[in-house]
Nanobody, 116 residues
Framework: QVQLVESGGGLVQPGGSLRLSCAVSGNIFSIRTMEWYRQAPGKERDLVARITSSGSTYYADSVKGRFTISRDNAKNMLYLQMNSLKPEDTAVYYC??????????WGQGTQVTVSS
């Protein structure tokens, strides 16, 4: 059974950077597409970035040019490099994997707070 565990969140000042990690336990090759979502208080959970098994990427307009998604299949890891952070990036960030069976697998989330 594949499980996802996020880490790397924290408090950062506006303009700063953080790198989120998502550790995949199990066979990462059973996950076709991996994504980062975020959910701010009182708001819906929104897609931030996506990377397919072939390496194609997608970014929400709000993070394009500032965030970079990557995956290291050898290490069973997914990453989200976040630069030029803004207060509106404050949210709980979740990684999600789309299993070859079609099931969605979610991590538990990690809090990112951007504040001076």
């Amino acid at each position: 059974q594949v499980q996802l565990v996020e880490s790397g969140g924290g408090l950062v000042q506006p303009g700063g950077s953080l790198r989120l990690s998502c550790a995949v336990s199990g066979n990462i090759f059973s996950i076709r597409t991996m994504e980062w979502y975020r959910q701010a208080p009182g708001k819906e959970r929104d897609l931030v970035a996506r990377i397919t098994s072939s390496g194609s990427t997608y970014y929400a307009d709000s993070v394009k040019g500032r965030f970079t998604i990557s995956r290291d299949n050898a290490k069973n890891m997914l990453y989200l490099q976040m630069n030029s952070l803004k207060p509106e990036d404050t949210a709980v960030y979740y990684c999600r994997g789309i299993h070859i069976s079609g099931d969605y697998i979610w991590g538990q989330g990690t809090q990112v707070t951007v504040s001076s």
